[in-house]
């Protein structure tokens, strides 16, 4: 089975901090995507990526931008966090529509 | 754009009742059409897919036929558990792979 791995499922940083989020796929997809959960909001896409150093904005990338330096990895930096992007972080891959999701990064910005 | 609705939760049923959560969508063509899980403090698990008008993708007792005529993606168990309560998703996708998601149907089973 195809594993996505999120580095963190919980971190708590300070408001100004840069923060880095890791995501992991063994599979050799080529596509990833980096998606915010919060209630009564759904899912929001923050960025997705094709292919190595290429990247897409998605609906909301402001105060956000991600790295692709090798295929199996696809990280969210978060430039100078904020109370406001407290929230679930969901990685995933795709193979050609579904998408393999990691167990989530609870983000907490205090 | 391309748009998926789904029916409005939460939805609460007693063990070994009958489930439908009614999912519909807006797009151009022939997208792929998912149902994704999610259970409690974790991520989205793919539940079943159809990537073609009449398919029938099944998974763990979980039923969803692709209707391009009515533009939807019911989901359908005939017996429920309380592990089956979750939240559910239904979605779509292209090609290209970026997909979209409904906004999610909470599901609760009562014993």
């Known amino acids: 089975d195809v594993k996505v791995t999120q580095s963190s499922r919980y971190l708590v940083k300070r408001t100004g901090e840069k923060v880095f989020l890791e995501c992991v796929q063994d599979?050799?997809?080529?596509?990833m995507f980096w998606y915010r959960q919060d209630p009564g909001l759904g899912l929001r896409l923050i960025y997705f990526?094709?292919?190595?150093?290429m990247k897409e904005k998605g609906d909301i990338p402001e105060g956000y931008s991600v790295s692709r330096e090798k295929k199996e990895r696809f990280s969210l930096i978060l430039e100078s966090a904020s109370t406001n992007q407290t929230s679930m972080y969901l990685c995933?891959?795709?193979w050609g529509g579904g998408y393999t999701f990691g167990s989530g990064t609870r983000l907490t910005v205090v | 754009g391309d748009s998926v609705t789904q029916m409005e939760g939460p939805v609460t049923l007693s063990e070994e009742a009958f489930l439908t959560i009614n999912c519909t969508y807006t797009a151009t063509g022939y997208p792929s059409l998912f149902w994704y899980v999610q259970y409690p403090g974790e991520g989205l698990q793919l539940l079943l897919k159809?990537?073609?008008?009449?398919d029938k993708g099944s998974n763990k007792g979980f039923e969803a036929t692709y209707r391009k005529e009515t533009t939807s993606f019911h989901l359908e168990k005939g017996s429920v558990q309380v592990s089956d309560s979750a939240v559910y998703f239904c979605?779509?996708?292209?090609?290209?792979?970026?997909?979209?998601f409904g906004d999610g149907t909470t599901l609760t089973v009562k014993p």
């Open positions: 159809a990537t073609k008008a009449d």
């Open positions: 979605a779509l996708s292209r090609l290209a792979g970026k997909s979209t």
């Open positions: 599979m050799d997809h080529e596509n």
């Open positions: 995933a891959s795709s």
């Open positions: 990526s094709y292919d190595v150093k």
